[in-house]
């Protein structure tokens, strides 16, 4: 058939691959930390890709960016102050700006020609540079962290991309420590967290040190995103010791939360899905609850 495919095999899914077909290259090159590829693929839109993992496409992008921000953030009542660490591509801060409780929105993003790429061909998600609650910072979350005051942020939203290479510090023991120390009493994190079906000891091992680390609640729920390994995406959600946090029942339903850029609800996220992102197949419960 002729056509041009990317091949998305890596050793974290050993045996396995998934492509896409390529219409052109739109831009490659190495940052500081990895190599940034951005094409326009045949079916899924734009596709970035950092040091050969897919990050996202435009035609699927939503239901990440929609769950990583929606699940913590409508299981409190009125989030003020919020920090996402990566997230440069700028989709997760357009989803938090949805929230018209929030005031700050901090951003730690390591590094910037991932936050150039996006404004430069993904608008649509770079978007969310333009609120004026936004402030970003651009160097290693692990520094940025360490100078928070204790107790700042109602939430954190950690969307990271896998753990090799600059996000490897993201998912240990030390940078929850300083995770929960920036989150105040009933503050919550959500990590991005992996597939169940494809990284079952780093989830193991991810909400093991959750667990000693967040007194309140762990929990791990899960989405359906279809340019992803295996096609799932998971989510760790910590809530810290203070007022309890149900993460099951939205505190904060989206539905009453007009869009701050257009007034759309989100294409994926409702409070339905919400629930249903918790309910969990029993090899993964018991996987989960044996930690
Ligand atoms: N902000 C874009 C999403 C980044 N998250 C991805 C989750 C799946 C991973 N294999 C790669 C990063």
Redesign the pocket.
């Known amino acids: 058939k002729g056509d041009k495919r990317v091949y998305f095999n890596n050793p974290m899914w050993p045996g396995e691959a998934h492509s896409l077909e390529v219409k052109n290259v739109l831009f490659k090159e190495r940052s500081k930390f990895q190599e940034v590829l951005v094409f326009e693929s045949a079916t899924y839109g734009k596709v970035l890709v950092l040091d050969g993992?897919?990050?996202?496409t435009e035609k699927d992008?939503f239901a990440?960016?929609e769950m990583i921000a929606h699940l913590p953030l409508c299981s409190i009542k009125s989030p003020k102050n919020v920090l996402v660490v990566?997230?440069g591509?700028g989709?997760?801060l357009r989803e938090v700006a949805r929230h018209s409780s929030v005031e700050l929105i901090d951003i730690c993003e390591i590094d910037q020609m991932v936050i150039d790429v996006s404004k430069k061909f993904f608008p649509d998600l770079a978007v969310g540079f333009e609120d004026p609650r936004v402030h970003l910072h651009v160097e290693d979350a692990l520094e940025f962290i360490r100078h928070v005051p204790k107790g700042k942020y109602d939430a954190i939203i950690v969307?990271?991309?896998?753990p090799v290479g600059p996000a490897q510090d993201l998912v240990e023991k030390p940078f929850f420590e300083m995770i929960s120390n920036a989150l105040r009493p009933g503050g919550v994190l959500c990590n991005?967290a992996?597939s169940m079906w494809l990284h079952t000891h780093l989830i193991n091992d991810m909400i093991a040190a959750c667990r000693e680390v967040f007194k309140g609640s762990v929990h791990y729920a899960w989405a359906n995103v279809p340019t992803?390994?295996s096609g799932v995406?998971g989510f760790i959600l910590c809530s810290t010791e203070g007022p309890h946090v149900d993460f099951r029942n939205p505190v904060n339903p989206i539905e009453k939360l007009e869009g701050a850029y257009d007034q759309s609800e989100p294409k994926f996220y409702n409070s339905q899905i919400h629930r249903a992102a918790f309910a969990l197949p029993s090899f993964v419960k018991k996987q989960v609850s044996s930690l």
């Open positions: 993992i897919l990050q996202l992008e990440y960016q990566g997230g591509d989709g997760v969307d990271s991309s896998d991005m992996e992803y390994p995406i």
